[in-house]
Structure formats: C-alpha cells, structure tokens
C-alpha cells in the first residue's frame, strides 16, 4: 500500500514539475510573464478547443455586452473599440439611452467584458472626444482607469480641424489605453516617422555616438512614435469613406495594430462600424473578431471586406 501511494505521488509530482515547464516554456516563446498563460490559451481554445475559431475573421451583427460574453477569457491580443459618444451625433446608435448615467453604466459592462477577455499582455484602445459635447468621455476614463491599469493617453492629432464658432477649432481626438499587468506586448520599433534628408545628416554629425553608420541605420529607419499619432482625418472626398459618420482612417488602425500585435493573433473591434479594423486587421495577416449592432453597417463592412485582398504567407 505505501509503494503504491509513493508512486501516486510521484505521479502527481512529475505532472505538476512538467505542467510548470510547459507554462514557463509558452510565456517564454510567447513574451508573457503570466505564470497563468497556459491556462489562459486552453480557456481561449488557442490549444484543444475550437469555440474561438468559429468566430474569427467575421463579422457578427450582435449585441455587444451579449456577444462579448459568449467569448472565451484571454483570447484576444487588442480591442480597438470606438463606442458611441452618447447624444452627440444625430443618430439612433448615439441617443438610446435616457441619461448620461445610465450610458456610463452600459460602457463599464462592455468595458469589463472587452479586459476579460483581453490577454494579460495585451492592450485595449478607446476612441473618445473631450469637447463641449463630449465631456463624458472625461468620466468615462476616470471610472475606467479606477477599475483597471492605465496604460496610456494617445492623441491623434487629425492634422485638420472641425469647426467651432465659439473656440478654437478641435483638431485632435483623444485614445484611453488600458491593460491587464504591469507588462505588455509592445513593438515601438515598428511604428516610425520618417526623416527628412536634410535632418538625417544633421543629427548624424552628433558626435555622441561611437558607431556612425549605426547612428545612420536608425536615422534612416525613422522617429519613433511617440503618444502624439498624426493621421489626417478622412475627408468627405477621401477614397476610404464608406458611408459611416465616425469612420477612422486606416493608417491610424494600422499603427494600433502592429504595435501590439504579431501575425495571426486576434484583435477585437466591439463597435465595427464602418469595419476598418477588420480591415486593417485581414492587411496585415491578424485575425480579427468585429461586432456590430446594426445589419446596414454589417452589410456595408462585408462589402468593404469582400474587395480586400489578405497578405501572402
């Protein structure tokens, strides 16, 4: 009888030591410092499961705090999400709530779901306006920011203005960036601003730095980024605008993207509207799960879609 409980756990004992290494062998191929990482790619199906998989690069025409429950914990890499304003624009999406407190309530059951199921290293973008009609974004992030880590503010700069009679003209847009734990997946070198030619050999005469051709290899692969994204604002003429009052440029989508995320990892769009995460997302070889509300905006993202053309391998 003791040979046999000393065998049951030795048992036990070399499956706990070879789960462990499995776990530190993930995080280490993966970049996460998660001692939970493994579990949390069982939960997604990233490993035996396929729930997830029936539901990547589609668009699912749902309701959003409904549809985000469904999903699995930790299975994706980034949320892009653009939520309503809250009565700011003239359409149905931005004035169904009777009060400012009861859209506030509405986005943190969103919000909560979208950091479920977002990865411990990954990071969640939200769009917002602060401005004379959109001060509620203020209270959407103070509230935000008390329930999970800020990580960042962005700034896209919109290059061109929107009009105000009684102020200066608004020309930027603000991006709330939240996370799981204190380390993210994160590739600054990959979204850069380019030099001129003439600022090039100016700070290549900089006698700081002991390797010039070193110094003049990262000149010439640019700036990096920094938390103020300039993007030019779709204009009424610009060959990206689909139909869709709040569309985002794809350049700015494509920069969220590839500074968070490597090829085939999933990123969630909750408000899909004119679909250029989607498509950004199938651009650059990501997987992608987009949701939106509305049939007409679903219809006119997979329109858009069915002439987008995915990366070779």
Same mark, same amino acid.
């Given at each position: ?36 990482? +493994? ?115 962005i700034v896209w700069d919109r290059a061109v203005g929107y009009q105000r009679r009684d102020s200066v003209d608004p020309a930027y847009e603000l991006i709330l960036v939240l ?36 110094? +003049? ?23 990206e605008k689909v139909g869709h009052t709040c569309q985002k440029p794809l350049d700015l989508v494509r920069k969220l993207i590839l500074l968070t995320t490597d090829r085939a ?48 391998e």
């Open positions: 009888m003791a040979n046999r409980w000393l065998a049951y756990y030795q048992t036990v004992l070399l499956a706990g030591v070879l789960l462990l290494f499995l776990q530190h062998l993930v995080s280490a191929v993966l970049g996460v410092e998660s001692p939970t990482v +493994l579990t949390d790619y069982i939960a997604a199906g990233f490993i035996g499961g396929a729930g997830l998989a029936s539901l990547l690069n589609m668009v699912h025409c749902a309701d959003v705090p409904k549809f985000l429950r469904s999903l699995p914990p930790r299975c994706v890499q980034t949320v892009i999400a653009d939520p309503p304003y809250f009565q700011v624009l003239p359409e149905t999406w931005d004035n169904q709530w009777a009060s400012f407190q009861e859209y506030l309530e509405w986005s943190m059951v969103w919000l909560q779901e979208c950091m479920r199921v977002l990865r411990r290293n990954g990071l969640c973008f939200i769009f917002g306006q602060v401005g004379r009609r959109e001060w509620g974004f203020l209270d959407f992030c103070s509230q935000a920011t008390h329930l999970y880590q800020f990580h960042d503010l996370r799981n734990s204190d380390r993210v997946k994160f590739f600054k070198h990959r979204v850069r601003t380019p030099y001129d030619q003439a600022t090039i050999l100016k700070y290549a005469k900089d006698k700081r730095y002991k390797s010039k051709a070193a110094r +003049l290899a990262h000149l010439r692969r640019g700036k990096y980024a920094t938390n103020i994204i300039r993007v030019p604002s779709l204009r009424g003429s610009s060959w990892e999933v990123v969630l769009d909750p408000f899909a509207g004119s679909g250029t995460t989607a498509v950004a997302a199938m651009e650059l070889g990501r997987r992608w799960i987009s949701i939106e509300r509305k049939p007409k905006y679903c219809r006119m993202i997979e329109r858009r879609l069915a002439s987008v053309a995915a990366p070779k």
